[in-house]
């Protein structure tokens, strides 16, 4: 097989004129070799086929367009996902024992990540909410392509949400600790694992604009202005969204 | 009476809801959904929460849970059937749409289910009715009555039988009693098994009775000791002839027939036997040499691979047949077909350590969760089984926000008050030397570590942690933070309080500013409650931020008695509303347990707490944080 093999590939680039005796000669060998070793051949080279397409076709199927809903409990994640009318929005448990499993799950084939935040509890939540963000972060930034990121201060309805400026202030400032303090943690059990991630610049303050990834502010609110029944006003949203799409 | 009925997704989509009060529904079910379906807890279906009873029934194959909450103090007994009725005509009236297992499906459905609803309540608050307790019977309708008095005279000899026909008689009708009050929960095949014999009403000879009450009695007590049923074989043909003396099988007897506990089969070759138990003993084969560890294969289908590419072409060839099996008809999941694989699962955790009856609660919680379920196309029961259970334990592992102390110092630090952690434990578990491998660590990131000796009990307790403490003093001298001391002992010796020594510690502390204090207690069995109750008092009076019980690898279904008896006697003792517990683990001797990591399962499952660290040797560096996934994958492995 080695030998036709390599005639081939040499007068491959021959003109198409040449091809017909080339092709008799070629029936010629085939029928010379061994029928049992040219079905075994043919078999391992069905099934290569095969395994690559299969890949193909699952990767295409997942291919790159979920976007991501992911949050602390109770932001309002799975009411966002409901008022929202794009399609592709995969809503993810906020619990701390899953969110980490799905996020493995789903990561790979994210477009884009709205992280959800509730903006009332902001303040007691803070700690709880930039450890996620942290997780979340680090998680996008080792993916090939990395999603583009939208923070969503939910829960604007209430009066004592605070404003998108003030999360992000207060965010750039706990996360500008946490990776300090995350990087300084003794390493796991098998420390074969990679080496965590700095998040921006190693000697400044930490800023989101640091990041390579494009990480955008937005407030928001799903219940809307007149409780359940009023249009959820997620404008804003929405245009972001169409943006990516 | 019932407090609220709710369908919800297992998405979180409220699909229908019943509310009998005015108090709305959502904190009872997020309390149940947060401590019992996502701990895994899900192998009973009720649970309580502040003054409701909440009973739930999870449906896999659509994905939705059915929850129902009454007050706690009442005894609702046509709930059970009332959960399966609804959900029976939930899933066949909403059949199409819930099938679809879409999102948008079920929001665009409406489900007006309040009519059908009302009728199945109303249907089964009649149902309980009916069947309330009857009233006693009277004297003249027992059967006491209708017997002759002449049998009922007791004469020397025959004592011991009219004893048993008494006891015997009494049994019986407690069985007859026990038939009007059967409830709509499933009443136990044993009893159901029995026939009635009182309510009958057919007039038996009076020797048939006595004969067939006796037999009922035999089968009562004989189906769990084998020996009874052989004695009462051979009583039971003795008894037909002469009125021989009864043989109580429980209450021990001189009789050496029935104390003689041979082989009754084999009469013939007794030599022949002991020398079957000779070779045994000697465990060779045949032909002396010995007999090779048989590995039988397990049978789970393609779960073992050696090489990724074998596997993938396998899972390849499989799932194109899995493709042709899918398209002629899905299966679904049922518990008889998962019985096998979750006793060889259960059976597998139990050999990696993991508790005995922890392993069987989570085996029921994944049967729970899985039954009904429709499987994928490529897969088998086996795979899907071993899916769903590694899932659940990552999902254990990871319990709650994971402990940063580094983070919580930093706050201390800004309010300038010194950290306070504890360690607590059972003797010999590894606390003094994790200890001094956390203040290491601290040490590094450069915080100030106050030790508080407060093991005023063992010998050399003292002088072990001052010898940490030069140690760690001269990998970080003074001379190299800037003249402030980095590490410092805080010690009164032996004999004093506890409690007090670690309050002057802190107070110490917060004078010297130092910025973490690290309380080393005594080790102390569970079970000794004086000891108890001082650790106790140490942490109630002392307030640390950080409590962390400390237990090693090597321990088995003793971590779960270690933290329950801790965690009672904290909570015990404690004045306050909400009493500190312990509020993360430590891990010690992970280097001497291979892939028997099951001891982690068992503490995180018990306290639902994090795994803080994880001590793999005596080292200063020999410390870890948890990786749940590997040690997940460790459990796992075959």
């Given at each position: ?245 | 009476?019932l407090?609220?009925f ?39 279906n ?9 009973k739930?029934k ?8 059915f929850?129902v ?7 609702l007994t046509y709930v059970d059937k009332l959960i399966d009725d609804v959900h029976r005509l ?30 199945l309540l109303r249907e089964a608050e009649e149902s309980s009715k009916i069947r ?50 059967a409830t709509s929960k499933a009443v ?451």
């Open positions: 097989m080695a030998s036709v093999d390599s005639r081939r590939v040499g007068d491959g680039s021959g003109a198409g004129g040449t091809f017909q005796p080339y092709l008799d000669s070629l029936r010629h060998e085939l029928q010379q070799t061994d029928p049992t070793l040219l079905s075994v051949v043919v078999a391992v080279f069905a099934v290569l086929l095969t395994l690559v397409f299969w890949k193909f076709i699952r990767s295409r199927r997942s291919s790159q367009r979920a976007v991501l809903l992911v949050g602390l409990c109770d932001s309002g994640k799975t009411l966002l996902f409901v008022r929202g009318n794009s399609l592709n929005l995969i809503d993810l448990p906020g619990h701390e024992s899953l969110r980490l499993q799905f996020l493995e799950r789903f990561k790979s084939s994210a477009r884009a990540v709205v992280f959800v935040v509730d903006s009332a509890a902001f303040q007691r939540e803070v700690k709880d909410v930039a450890e996620f963000l942290y997780q979340v972060l680090i998680d996008s930034m080792g993916l090939k392509n990395t999603p583009s990121f939208l923070i969503a201060c939910n829960k604007q309805d209430i009066a004592m949400a605070k404003s998108a400026k003030l999360i992000q202030q207060q965010l750039e400032k706990e996360l500008n600790t946490l990776r300090v303090t995350r990087s300084a943690a003794p390493s796991t059990l098998d420390s074969s694992s990679t080496v965590p991630v700095q998040l921006g610049k190693k000697g400044k303050e930490f800023e989101f604009s640091q990041l390579p990834l494009k990480v955008e502010f937005l407030e928001c609110s799903a219940k809307g202005g007149r409780g359940d029944a009023g249009s959820a006003d997620i404008q804003d949203l929405e245009k972001w969204l169409a943006k990516i799409a | 009476m407090d609220f709710t369908i919800f997704s297992k998405g979180g989509l409220v699909l229908w809801c019943f509310q009998g009060v005015s108090d709305s529904c959502t904190g009872p079910v997020n309390a149940l959904i947060r401590s019992v379906l996502l701990q895994e807890r899900g192998g009973n009720s649970f309580t929460h502040e003054a409701l009873t909440l739930y999870l449906d896999n194959q659509f994905e939705l849970v929850v909450g009454f007050q706690k103090i009442l005894t939930f899933r066949d009236k909403y059949r199409t749409e819930i099938q679809q297992h879409s999102a948008l499906s079920l929001l665009n459905g409406t489900f007006d289910f309040q009519n059908d609803f009302l009728r309330a307790p009857t009233t006693m019977k009277k004297f003249e309708d027992s059967d006491k009555a209708k017997k002759p008095v002449r049998s009922m005279i007791e004469t020397r000899g025959e004592k011991p039988k009219e004893k048993a026909k008494n006891s015997k008689k009494k049994g019986a009708k407690k069985e007859g009693s026990d038939g009007p009050l136990p095949a044993e009893k159901s098994g029995l026939p009635a014999g009182p309510e009958n009403g057919v007039e038996l000879s009076k020797e048939e009775l006595i004969r067939r009450k006796r037999e009922e009695f035999i089968q009562k007590h004989g189906r769990g000791t084998e020996k009874s049923s052989k004695s009462a074989k051979s009583d039971a043909p003795k008894e037909k002839g002469k009125k021989a003396p009864r043989v109580w099988e429980l209450g021990g007897c001189a009789n050496k027939e029935v104390l003689d506990y041979s082989a009754p089969t084999a009469n013939g070759t007794p030599e022949a036997a002991l020398s079957e138990d000779i070779n045994l003993i000697r465990g060779t084969g045949p032909r002396g040499q010995l007999q090779d560890l048989d590995c039988s294969s397990s049978d789970d289908e393609g779960a073992a691979p050696n090489s990724t590419k074998p596997s993938a072409t396998k899972g390849t060839l499989g799932g194109m047949f899995g493709m042709l099996k899918g398209l002629v008809g899905s299966k679904s999941l049922r518990r008889e077909d998962m019985e096998s694989v979750l006793d060889k699962m259960r059976d597998h955790l139990i050999a990696k350590n993991v508790a005995a009856d922890i392993a069987v609660q989570l085996c029921e919680s994944v049967a729970n969760k899985l039954e009904g379920k429709v499987m994928g196309t490529f897969s088998t029961v086996t795979s899907t089984v071993k899916q769903a259970l590694q899932e659940s334990l990552v999902q254990i592992l990871q319990p709650q926000r994971r402990v940063d102390m580094l983070r919580d110092i930093m706050d201390a630090q800004r309010r300038q008050r010194p950290y306070v952690v504890t360690f607590c434990g059972v003797n010999g578990v590894g606390k003094s030397t994790n200890l001094a491998k956390i203040s290491f660590w601290l040490l590094e990131n450069g915080f100030s570590v106050l030790i508080a000796a407060c093991d005023t009990f063992r010998a050399g307790a003292v002088e072990q942690l001052r010898t940490h403490t030069r140690r760690l003093s001269a990998l970080h001298p003074p001379e190299n933070h800037g003249g402030r001391t980095m590490v410092q002992l805080f010690e009164k010796g032996y004999g004093k309080d506890a409690a007090g020594i670690a309050m002057e510690a802190i107070a110490f502390a917060r004078n010297q500013g130092f910025d973490v204090v690290l309380v080393d207690t005594a080790g102390r069995m569970q079970d000794n409650a004086p000891l108890m109750t001082a650790l106790a008092k140490l942490i109630t009076v002392n307030t640390p931020d950080l409590v962390l019980f400390v237990g090693e690898a090597l321990v088995g279904n003793e971590a779960v008695d270690q933290l329950v008896k801790f965690n009672r006697a904290l909570a015990d003792h404690s004045m306050a509303q909400t009493p500190r517990l312990i509020d993360g683990i430590v891990l010690t001797k992970f280097d001497t347990i291979d892939d028997k990591v099951g001891a982690a399962i068992s503490m995180t499952y018990i306290t639902s707490k994090p795994i803080v660290f994880v001590g793999t040797g005596q080292t200063y560096c020999d410390l870890r944080s948890l990786n749940a996934k590997a040690v997940v994958a460790a459990l796992m492995k075959a």
